[in-house]
């Protein structure tokens, strides 16, 4: 069984916005699954929609074989889900906010209190678990959020956006907990993002999106394959050798190469024997942002910009 | 069946101990909300029944004010609940809410009574200075049966939950923050105005008697006076229909348009 089919869904807003154009995926189970486009691709339309807070316009959506809309509320029972925003209630303190969780998911009682102090201690929450959410910073707060998620052993878990809007040392501890949770459970996980590196460290399987649609899905190592072959770069004085496929300008020797590591010292060896000084060698591994070059057109952080300034034309426009 | 019935019974029980939980983290505020009527019963209540333009038969003027007061209190917090959850919503703390396995029923039923939570707490703080009041300070005389000051609390919960489901469905429909406090405002005065809060009923055009009939806050305030200070409760049966009857009318249509307010 796959752990979400999504077929050709569409999501129109207010019968104007077309946010969700046409998308299909599977997610197996057991994988990370990552969402990978700027703002405003939608990808949190399509969560939404999976975690039955959204109606969609067409299409269908199935979460572990219960379809939506008519098995709403078995789905719910299967997931757990970390919305964009932040959703944990500041007004309370960290441990009142899994017991509630805890509460609505069915748990009573003793039992209820010694999961969330388990949460706590897994998390690494406990000593702050009396402070008024308020108070925490960013990475607590998301990591309590992921505990809140977590409190019903779901078999589906979808975070939106973990890391937006956390520096770097707290977005690896993000990253760590949700790595931590995965091998322990074998759950699914779903996750959104517009970091190309946060993808690439989590995933198994990518979908980049770009305005509504799914440009390509695979697995990142698939992806950057279709994004061409790394290469070696060489800085040298003299005329190197012939290398097959090899580029040389301006003292810059370049060569493609489906495994840099393991070809470098070859490579090295062969420049210096015919005589040429070497000044220095790197490797320019493809990346994921030339496979979202390749596939969608653009930079994503250009994309970012542009659907930025569009937002924010937009809301002028609504004050105005 | 009877199983899923306890766990949404269970559900509507862990939304209230959510706002239970919210307002000991903030006393101030019921403090705050309190001075309201209170500041509305002696400013009001003094100069009006100093004036006895008023028709109040027995009773005094500012006994017969005080169930309205203790109403006014309760409206005002529930009436603006509805912006709560936009807030709510806004925040992201809704989805949680709405993501867990929960019917939507339960939920608006939940946030009603979440409503009543701090209507208990301003309720409790405005009847003990209205006791207090009424001991020789002010010419309040209140029926001596204290089962019958302490059944005022059920009723509270009662006037709450349908005003917050008011509120909810306005939030429902209006869906910003500020068209629903616009509408929160401009529904205040009114339902306070045209119950027999501040006076009877009889005293007003037959239009505003027409709007007071079917004003859920008269059938609240006249179980509260029943309460307070005749111990008539001849109507109390019909008050306590008409409120429950509002309050399921008020559920259902919430959880059918709640769908609209994520959208
Ligand atoms: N409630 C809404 N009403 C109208 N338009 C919306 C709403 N939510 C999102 N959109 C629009 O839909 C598009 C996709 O948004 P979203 O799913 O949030 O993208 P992402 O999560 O990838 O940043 C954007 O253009 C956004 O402005
Ligand atoms: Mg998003």
Redesign the pocket.
């Known amino acids: 069984m796959k752990a979400i089919e999504i077929r050709d869904i569409v ?1 129109v ?2 019968k ?5 154009d046409g998308v299909s995926f599977d997610v197996d189970e057991g994988i990370v699954f990552g ?1 990978l ?12 929609m999976i975690v039955t807070l959204l109606s969609m316009t067409q299409g269908h959506v199935s979460v572990l074989g219960h379809a939506r809309p008519k098995e709403d509320y078995f789905i719910r029972n299967c997931i757990g889900y970390v919305p ?1 925003d932040v959703s944990s209630d500041a007004a309370l303190t960290g441990y009142e906010n899994l017991l509630i969780s805890a509460k609505l998911y069915g748990h009573r009682g003793r039992a209820a209190k010694e999961m969330c102090e388990a949460i706590l201690h897994q998390l690494g929450l406990w000593e702050a678990r009396d402070r008024i959410v308020k108070t925490y910073s960013g990475g607590m707060i998301r990591k309590l959020e992921i505990g809140q998620a977590m409190v019903h052993d779901p078999k589906v878990l979808i975070l ?2 973990p890391t937006i809007g956390l520096d770097p040392v707290a977005r690896k501890q993000v990253w760590a907990s949700i790595r931590e949770l995965k091998d322990r459970t074998k759950m699914t996980v779903i996750i ?1 993002t ?1 970091y190309m590196e946060e993808a690439d460290q989590l995933c198994d399987m990518i979908a980049i ?1 770009s ?2 649609k799914i440009a390509v899905i695979g697995t990142p190592t698939e992806l950057k394959a279709s994004a061409g072959t790394g290469s070696i770069v060489l800085e040298i004085k003299g005329t190197p050798p012939e290398f097959p496929g090899a580029r040389f300008e301006n003292g810059v020797l370049t060569i493609p190469s489906d495994d840099c590591a393991r070809e470098l010292p070859s490579c090295v060896a062969k420049v210096a024997s015919s005589g040429c000084e070497i000044l220095s060698a790197r490797i320019k591994e493809v990346t994921l942002e030339d496979a979202f070059v390749k596939h969608v057109g653009t930079r994503i952080d250009e994309m970012d910009q542009w ?1 930025s300034v ?2 924010t034309r ?1 809301l002028a426009r609504r004050m105005a | 069946m009877l199983s899923r019935l306890k766990r949404e019974i269970y559900n509507i029980l862990t939304i209230v101990e959510l706002e239970a939980r919210r307002l000991r983290h903030d006393y101030a505020d019921i403090a705050v909300r309190s001075a309201q009527p209170i500041v509305w019963l002696l400013v009001f209540g003094t100069i009006m029944s100093q004036r006895a333009v008023i028709p109040t038969g027995d009773v005094s003027y500012l006994t017969f004010v005080a169930p309205g007061v203790l109403a006014q209190a309760v409206l005002f917090v529930a009436i603006f609940f509805g912006i709560m959850l936009v807030w709510d919503r806004d925040s992201g703390n809704l989805a949680k809410l709405l993501v867990a396995p929960a019917s939507r029923i339960s939920l608006v039923l939940g946030k009603c009574f979440s409503a009543s939570v701090r209507a208990i707490a301003q309720a409790v703080v405005v009847l003990t200075i209205i006791i207090i009041l009424s001991f020789g300070i002010l010419d309040i005389q209140l029926f001596s049966n204290p089962i019958y000051i302490l059944l005022t609390i059920p009723v509270v919960i009662l006037i709450s939950a349908v005003a917050a489901g008011i509120s909810i469905l306005f939030a429902t429909i209006f869906r910003t923050r500020e068209r629903v406090m616009g509408f929160g405002q401009l529904l205040t005065l009114p339902l306070f105005f045209t119950s027999s809060a501040l006076y009877p009923i009889t005293w007003m055009p037959w239009y505003l008697q027409w709007f007071a009939k079917i004003n859920p806050l008269t059938y609240g305030v006249d179980l509260l006076r029943g309460l307070m200070v005749t111990g008539d409760l001849s109507g109390a049966p019909l008050d306590f229909a008409v409120l429950v009857g509002y309050l399921i009318v008020l559920v259902l249509a919430c959880s059918a348009l709640f769908r609209r307010m994520m ?1």
Request: net charge positive; proline share 3%; aromatic share 2%.
């Open positions: 999501k807003y207010n104007s916005v077309k946010a969700v969402l486009g700027p703002n405003g691709a939608g990808k949190t339309t399509i969560i939404k964009q939106d956006e959104t517009h999106m305005i509504g659907s569009r937002k937009k | 959208e």
